[in-house]
């Protein structure tokens, strides 16, 4: 059983940055694709970013390109979230996420994901 926990999380000013980070634990963790995810109140939980383990080769939302950037780190089993010029609307929870499964779905839908954190809080004050 993978255990993934996520950190970094906080309030923020506008146009500040938060670096989240997402370990892994537990059983040889060889995931396909981590990824980032986040629901804010009354919404959906919607794709943020996505790194693939083995060929670093990312994916990232449009609301979020240019600013946030993903990367890991497999020899600590932790992938990362850099989030530079933060908006009041990337307000939510973060969670991260991994593919530990292959499905074959795309790796921008939560039903591809089969292993996730608890979430952390990111806040962005106007």
């Known amino acids: 059983q993978v255990q993934l926990v996520e950190s970094g999380g906080g309030l923020v000013q506008a146009g500040g940055s938060l670096r989240l980070s997402c370990t892994a634990s537990?059983?040889?963790?060889?995931?396909?694709?981590m990824g980032w995810f986040r629901q804010a109140p009354g919404k959906e939980r919607e794709f943020v970013a996505a790194?693939?383990?083995?060929?670093?080769?990312?994916y990232y939302a449009d609301s979020v390109k240019g600013r946030f950037t993903i990367s890991r780190d497999a020899a600590k089993n932790t992938e990362y979230l850099q989030m530079n010029s933060l908006k009041p609307e990337d307000t939510a929870v973060y969670y991260c996420?991994?593919?530990?499964?292959?499905?074959?779905?795309?790796?921008?839908?939560?039903?591809?994901?089969?292993?996730w954190g608890q979430g952390t809080q990111v806040t962005v004050s106007s």
């Open positions: 790194i693939t383990w083995n060929g670093g080769t990312t």
């Open positions: 537990g059983r040889t963790f060889t995931p396909y694709t």
């Open positions: 996420a991994a593919v530990t499964i292959w499905r074959g779905t795309s790796v921008l839908t939560p039903r591809a994901y089969d292993s």
